[in-house]
């Protein structure tokens, strides 16, 4: 992985620029030491790693203009930081660069029920904000697996999703307005609690945007009242091209499941091993959740064992208690973990239209005996969005390098049948270097154009989203 | 000139001596009066691609709503944000295309539930200012590759970029309908009957209130609806007496008059659309001083037909959200902003966008303002 070279003037002049920033922030906000910059190295993507040039945690919107301020006129590039969750890297440092931690904002400012919407701190935690307004039976939808650490900042530079999303949308469906604060350090207003942008929806580029086009202080988020009730379903099949069909006709009949995860052999079994959820030995398994009262959670069930049943499913489990429902989702739940305890695994996430299932999937399987690292998939299937684990090993010299090719194959193939490079964890620096594959330069340029508005200098979350050949001659500018 | 390929689109962008006034099917005269060239993109019509089981559709930006609507419902799919057509609003003829819906993210009732267009679209495909030929986003339902320009070119109304082709995700038609309407109702009283109604777990998908009553609408299946509008009339009951109307043309009827704003047709006056967060509303429209009022999306839009001539924002004051002239004449869009003015620095943004994208500044110029 190439990332620029670091700017030595900028390295040179380290004691000024963080006497600087000192100047406009509070004592405890600005680390320095280099034993402390060293917890701001790298996210989850932690393969990479690269202290920062200093870091700083303020605590209010005018804290983040007046420190952004200083960066901007000292050319100095800024990495936002939300909870440091990102999979692909989104906020990766580079040495002359200054981490910008979102973690101390994390009150809620205003909750509306009337309304429905809420209106937080950007560091807050995703499932923070659900716990917020649950116990006045309201929730934020959007639930990305890491919603325990991960931070709204984050969600909103990424535009995630979650499992629940085939029915919820994602966070630009939820996002109603954002306080973002520029490099320049000038802080805009944009949405609210209203719908709809009255001209250029500028919040739905900024979702997404991944950092790169300003610092998310504030967000106006929708909730919704909580349904009366969910319940799962398991269903086991005996290939994933009867799996794959027994989805389409689900969404076909018209039931609109909030969630249908879809879990291949290797990973079942990976889950099994581990969680001991008594999930059946089969090719491929789906967790299918409804929701509702009592009696519509049972007409849809109904409704979707009819389907089931006409692809001959080696198991059909309903849930008869919370405990059940529970076991049910274990084994899921515990996929990640499972697979950390086998091996080191690069997780992906590339999306493919649901009819290209069975094919993707044998092609996975081909390549993975080609390159000779075990794939295991987990998948929300309803949307399409999958989450091949590649296991390797990081202690086996090469072992991460080949991951990565067979990783890029995957997502090559992902877009070849019509789907794209990432779902919900977003480009950063994993699939920067792929974007190509995706968008001709005129899409991209048309891009980079977006982020020319809103950062001239080019100055925040730097090497991130662009080939860097594409962005350089914008980079040094 | 009218446009029957991608290629030859970009051709024509690229040799345009001036401003070009971007036309699909004509039935949306709203914005600045351009002066321009027709580019009439009609002719970039067809349904390319639809997988009922991916809850997806692509089709070329000229393809008649109608067409794409019928592909749908032989399937039993439609698209969940309820397209309006405001051909009867309008006093326009011309058939709605999906460019021109997706130029303008009309959204109709059910965008309180379902989102709006611009949650709806997937993926587009469009000729920028230069004549570069762009895509962003695609044809599956969770995209987070690159800049979102998907969202940005939803409601940009060809001033960023003329479209070509756009994906859709669809939903899949209920099999049920009912709709609860209270009646006598003042502002205030009907919108904490529609507040009550989206607060609870009833999955309401059309709230609205107007000259026909206030409605509250349900969908799904048949028993599910039964019960959720058992229990809605009961949580509602403390409002006045509440009737369910479950006759499907009746209530079908019912929407399509709050989609297309029917109680404003062929009434003479301008005609305003309001963002607002509904709490808000009442309020507004005390201030407005309106002549007729609907309100949709929970109170959070509200129509108000006003005399012609005067702006509405002068009598609202200061407040969040947006006011939108929709209708009125020529000289009365030249003369008031029919777009809600941005506070300077977004008004910035927008104009940097606008300069980056078309920087000739030939397409549809000043329509938005």
Not at chain 1, 134 to 150: I, K, N, V
Not at chain 1, 209 to 233: C, D, F
Not at chain 1, 302 to 329: C, N, T, Y
Not at chain 2, 255 to 283: I, K, M, N, T
Request: glycine share 12%; proline share 6%.
């Amino acid at each position: 992985m190439d990332m620029p070279r670091p700017d030595e003037t900028i390295l040179a002049r380290r004691s000024a620029i963080v006497a600087r920033l000192r100047a406009v922030l509070p004592a405890d906000a600005v680390i320095d030491d280099p034993a402390e910059t060293l917890a701001y190295e790298c996210d989850a993507l932690s393969a990479y790693r690269c202290p920062p040039l200093a870091a700083i945690l303020p605590r209010t919107t005018a804290e983040v203009a007046a420190a952004l301020a200083v960066c901007h006129s000292e050319g100095v590039p800024v990495v936002p930081r939300g909870s440091g969750t990102s999979l692909a890297g989104g906020a990766l440092p580079t040495a002359d660069s200054v981490i910008l931690g979102i973690a101390r904002m994390n009150r809620v400012l205003e909750v509306d029920y009337d309304n429905r919407f809420i209106r937080v701190e950007a560091g807050r935690t995703n499932l923070s904000v659900t716990g917020a307004v649950e116990a006045d039976g309201f929730f934020y939808a959007p639930d990305p697996s890491s919603q325990l650490a991960c931070a709204i900042a984050g969600n909103i530079a990424m535009n995630s999703g979650g499992a629940h999303c085939l029915k919820y949308g994602v966070t630009t469906n939820n996002l109603l307005g954002v306080t973002l604060v520029t490099m320049a350090g000038e802080v805009l207003e944009i949405g609210g609690a209203h719908m709809d942008a009255g001209g250029l929806d500028l919040l739905g580029v900024v979702c997404g945007s991944e950092g790169q086009l300003g610092v998310v202080t504030e967000a106006t988020l929708r909730i919704l009242p909580k349904p009366e009730g969910a319940r799962p379903v398991l269903i086991g099949f005996d290939s994933n091209e009867v799996a794959g069909a027994c989805v389409a006709d689900i969404i076909k009949a018209g039931v609109l499941p909030v969630a249908i995860e879809f879990m291949d052999r290797p990973c079942i079994r990976a889950c099994e091993d581990f969680a001991h959820a008594g999930y059946p030995d089969c090719e491929a398994l789906l967790i299918v959740e409804v929701e509702g009262s009592e009696a519509e959670i049972d007409e849809q069930l109904g409704l979707i064992r009819q389907i089931a049943m006409r692809h001959d499913p080696v198991e059909f489990r309903e849930s008869g208690s919370e405990e059940e429902a529970k076991k049910i989702w274990l084994g899921r739940k515990s996929a990640f973990g499972a697979m950390g305890q086998i091996n080191d695994y690069m997780c992906l996430d590339g999306t493919i239209p649901v009819s290209a299932l069975p094919l993707v999937l044998r092609r996975i399987g081909e390549m993975s005996a080609e390159f000779g690292l075990g794939v295991a998939n987990v998948f929300h299937a309803g949307d399409g969005n999958m989450h091949p684990l590649i296991l390797y090993d990081a202690n086996t010299p090469g072992d991460l390098e080949r991951c990565e090719a067979l990783g890029a194959e995957i997502l090559k193939l992902c877009v070849e049948v019509g789907g794209c490079l990432t779902g919900e964890h977003g480009v950063g620096i994993e699939k920067r270097d792929l974007m190509a594959v995706q968008y001709t330069s005129a899409d991209m340029e048309a891009q980079m154009r977006v982020k020319d508005v809103f950062d001239p200098a080019w100055l925040l979350n730097p090497a991130k989203v662009f080939p860097l050949a594409l962005s350089a001659g914008r980079r040094a500018g | 000139m009218r446009i029957f390929s991608e290629g030859d689109l970009a051709e024509a962008v690229r040799g345009a001596a001036g401003p070009l006034r971007i036309r699909g099917g004509g039935t949306r005269d709203v914005g600045r009066p351009v002066t321009g060239a027709v580019l009439d993109v009609s002719g970039l019509s067809g349904i390319g691609l639809y997988e009922p089981g991916a809850l997806t559709i692509v089709a070329g930006a000229g393809t008649p709503l109608v067409e794409v609507e019928a592909a749908l419902a032989a399937e039993g799919q439609r698209l969940a944000f309820e397209p309006a057509d405001w051909r009867g609003l309008l006093g326009r003829g011309g058939e709605p295309t999906l460019g021109g819906m997706v130029a303008a993210n009309v959204s109709g009732p059910r965008r309180v539930q379902a989102g709006a267009c611009r949650d709806a679209l997937l993926g587009v495909r469009f000729v920028d200012g230069t004549g570069a030929v762009v895509k962003s986003g695609g044809r599956v339902m969770k995209n987070v590759t690159g800049y979102d320009l998907v969202k940005l070119m939803a409601g940009s109304w060809g001033t960023l970029g003329v479209l070509t082709e756009v994906a859709l995700k669809v939903l899949p038609a209920p099999e049920s309908v009912a709709v609860l309407v209270l009646e006598g109702l003042d502002d205030g009283a009907a919108l904490a009957a529609i507040t009550a109604a989206l607060g609870s777990p009833y999955d309401v998908t059309g709230a609205a209130h107007g000259a026909s009553g206030t409605l509250i609408r349900i969908e799904g299946f048949a028993q599910s609806v039964t019960y959720r509008g058992e229990r809605l009339a009961a949580l509602l009951s403390r409002f006045g007496a509440v009737r369910i109307e479950a006759d499907a043309p009746v209530c079908r009827d019912l929407w399509r008059g709050v989609r297309e704003v029917a109680a404003f047709q062929a009434v003479p006056g301008d005609v305003w659309r309001l963002s607002v967060r509904p709490s808000e509303a009442p309020g507004l429209v005390a201030r407005a001083g309106a002549r007729a009022v609907l309100y949709d999306w929970g109170g959070g839009l509200v129509w108000l037909l006003m005399p012609e001539g005067e702006d509405l924002r002068a009598r609202l004051g200061l407040f969040s959200g947006h006011a939108t002239l929709v209708r009125a004449s020529a000289e009365t869009r030249a003369r008031i902003a029919p777009f809600h003015p941005e506070p300077a620095p977004l008004a910035a943004i927008s104009a940097g966008l606008r300069a980056r994208f078309d920087p000739r500044g030939i397409l549809n110029p000043g329509l938005m303002g």
